[in-house]
């Protein structure tokens, strides 16, 4: 989804709400006009280049993922009450 958010919404809020912003030229390859869809089948002409770009990216997000996984949970720590303590 993140290679769809960054390269298509740039063109589609100029496109559907008038905005002058600037668009860039798409980052994903399987977005750049060579190469219009995700994986053409095992038979296309770039489905290894495809299927690599898809590999490279999927092992780049659960990179991310698993290094940030503390900032990414929603558990909460305990709260830790101090005891109250009388003179020994």
Not at 39 to 46: E, F, I, Q, S, Y
Request: glycine share 6%.
């Amino acid at each position: 989804m993140l290679p769809d958010i960054v390269d298509h919404v740039p063109e589609d809020l100029r496109r559907n709400f008038g905005l002058d912003v600037p668009v860039p030229a798409n980052l994903f390859p399987w977005h750049w006009p060579s190469n219009k869809s995700s994986l053409p089948g095992l038979h296309g002409p770039l489905w290894r280049e495809s299927l690599t770009y898809h590999v490279i990216v999927l092992a780049f997000t659960l990179t991310c993922i698993v290094r940030t996984r503390q900032l990414l949970s929603w558990r909460r720590q305990p709260a830790t009450v101090p005891k109250r303590g009388g003179g020994d």
